[in-house]
Structure formats: structure tokens, C-alpha cells
Nanobody, 123 residues
Framework: VQLQASGGGLVQAGGSLSLSCAASGRTFSTYAMAWFRQSPGKERGFVAG????????NYADSVKGRFTISRDNAKNTMYLQMNSLRPQDTGIYYCAGARSTMAGSRQYEYYYWGQGTLVTVSS
């Protein structure tokens, strides 16, 4: 399985951006997915995740109410809609896939990783 994240860019604070993660292979619909991010000077951390069918979602407290994670299994793609962006949302966003139908917020639960896409929010 290969994951390809895209959609990053430069946006002003208060703006919106949508990320996509395209997956190869025919097993995309069977595993949980998530977004992580690494902000400057910080370790990579959990942003949002969802179960294999999108029925269960969870978010980091810092993005609740502003970010929405979703997936389209017919298109083998996961999304992250980011609204009301803040400078502290700046970082490299990685998509990740677990080898299970559900997963949590810990990096070790995820086996497949994309290359990351850079999001920069200016103040």
C-alpha cells in the first residue's frame, strides 16, 4: 500500500485548505486512516483519524470544530478539510493507514505512511 498526500500550501490565518490522501491497492476500505502533523520544533502528533468505513472519527483537541476528516472508499482517498486555520497549524501533514479497521491516536498503530504535504499558515 502506498499513500500520497497532497493539497498543502500557503494560506492566511482564518483561511481554509483541503488535503487529500490517495491510496494504492484494493484494501483501502479495510483499514483505519489518520492525519498526523509535525510542526516546526515539535514532534509529529495526531490530528484526526477515522475508522475503515468512516463511521467513527476522532480529533485532537486543538482542531476540534475546525477540521473535518472524511474518506471515499470508492476513490481510495481520504480528506482533511481545514477551516479557521491558525499559524500554529503550520507543519508537514502526513497521512497514515493502520492494518486494522479501527485505530487510535498513537503513531505505532499505523503501518503505512505517506510522504507528507506542507501547510503554512501566515499571521
Amino acid at each position: 500500500v502506498q499513500l500520497q498526500a497532497s493539497g498543502g500550501g500557503l494560506v492566511q490565518a482564518g483561511g481554509s485548505l483541503s488535503l487529500s490522501c490517495a491510496a494504492s491497492g484494493r484494501t483501502f476500505s479495510t483499514y483505519a486512516m489518520a492525519w498526523f502533523r509535525q510542526s516546526p520544533g515539535k514532534e509529529r502528533g495526531f490530528v484526526a483519524g477515522l475508522s475503515y468505513n468512516g463511521g467513527r472519527k476522532n480529533y485532537a483537541d486543538s482542531v476540534k470544530g475546525r477540521f473535518t476528516i472524511s474518506r471515499d472508499n470508492a476513490k481510495n482517498t481520504m480528506y482533511l478539510q481545514m477551516n479557521s486555520l491558525r499559524p500554529q497549524d503550520t507543519g508537514i501533514y502526513y497521512c497514515a493507514g493502520a492494518r486494522s479497521t479501527m485505530a487510535g491516536s498513537r503513531q505505532y498503530e499505523y503501518y503505512y505512511w505517506g510522504q507528507g504535504t506542507l501547510v503554512t499558515v501566515s499571521s
